[in-house]
């Protein structure tokens, strides 16, 4: 589901349901790496929407969670883990965390829930029809991590 | 030549062509209205175009998924969408289902449970459908998987939109 009005009838109808949140993790930075950063921010939007697509009976998949990149890896694990704390207070047991960007694969141990590290492919210079199945392909590798996760009783 | 000799009286001459003329306005008025009304009808009508899917040889008694792409028209904006139907052959007949699940809207797979390798099975919260698409009791789902309508013409099928099962 996502996290928009013509979602949320059905969400608070079946919330036992939905026990995972998906949160795609975007990097901003004008600087000149700009470009890099905007298309690892709309790969991972990609990815994430498949992934919604997939899975949209038991995940509510929230806006994108904005972070400098200026910011240090610690500050941004913790600030994950206040999120999750938030979850978990509302009864949720999962969260996926979604990111192309590379300063982050190390939080992968160490932050609540399972965080996916995806690496950016340079979709933007495909052929509309192919970059559709290059996500999906990518979605389904995904898909074994996301089960993993869900056989666990409690992630956070 | 007074006026009882003639079949129509002026007044009524005149009742007649306002009758007449008020009744074409009148049209000219509510014609475009009832068009309007009757509009979302004919719309349904358009979106209810068959798609080609696969040749028919393509398909065998074991359900596989075929990506289905069709266009879309939201006001100037014409989208291509693409879904996956999931087609199988049981006995002459072609049988078409929808991947979303019932319950509430994952993409189902055939197989996907290593238990239930002849059925359609949704990884979220472990719903599962016969392989005619009728949903295993005791699962979340309570309807059967959505059908398609099927025609085939020179070898090739064309599917319609999903319909609900009874």
Request: with cysteine.
């Amino acid at each position: 589901m996502r996290f928009q009005t013509s979602d949320i009838d059905t969400y608070q109808q079946s919330k036992a349901y939905v026990d995972t949140m998906l949160v795609p993790l975007l990097p901003v930075a004008l600087d000149d790496d700009l470009r890099q950063k905007v298309a690892m921010g709309e790969y991972i939007s990609l990815v994430t929407m498949e992934m919604e697509k997939q899975f949209r009976g038991r995940l509510m998949q929230l806006p994108p969670l904005m972070y400098l990149s200026s910011e240090s890896v610690t500050e941004i694990g913790e600030r994950l883990g206040v999120w999750a704390d938030a979850f978990k207070k509302d009864g949720k047991n999962h969260v996926i965390w979604m990111t192309s960007d590379p300063a982050l694969k190390q939080l992968e141990n160490q932050v609540p829930g399972l965080l996916l590290w995806i690496p950016h492919l340079p979709i933007e210079h495909l052929d509309p029809n192919y970059r559709s199945k290059t996500i999906r392909d990518q979605m389904q590798q995904l898909l074994p991590d996301v089960m993993a996760e869900w056989r666990k009783e409690d992630s956070l | 030549m007074s006026e009882k000799n003639h079949n129509v009286s002026r007044r009524q001459f005149l009742t007649y062509t306002l009758m007449g003329v008020g009744g074409f306005m009148g049209a000219a008025m509510v014609m475009p209205m009832v068009r309007f009304a009757v509009d979302p009808i004919l719309q349904a009508d358009a979106a209810g175009d068959m798609n080609e899917l696969t040749a028919l040889s393509d398909l065998t008694e074991e359900p596989q998924a075929f990506s289905l792409t069709y266009e879309v028209e939201d006001g100037w904006v014409t989208q291509t969408m693409e879904d996956t139907v999931w087609a199988y052959l049981s006995g002459d007949e072609v049988v078409a289902l929808s991947p979303t699940c019932t319950h509430l809207g994952c993409t189902v797979n055939f197989g996907g449970d290593e238990n239930n390798p002849d059925q359609f099975f949704c990884p979220c919260h472990f719903g599962r459908f016969e392989i005619d698409g009728t949903n295993v009791p005791g699962t979340p789902p309570t309807e059967p998987l959505h059908r398609y309508d099927t025609e085939i013409r020179d070898g090739v099928i064309y599917v319609g939109r999903p319909q609900p099962q009874q």
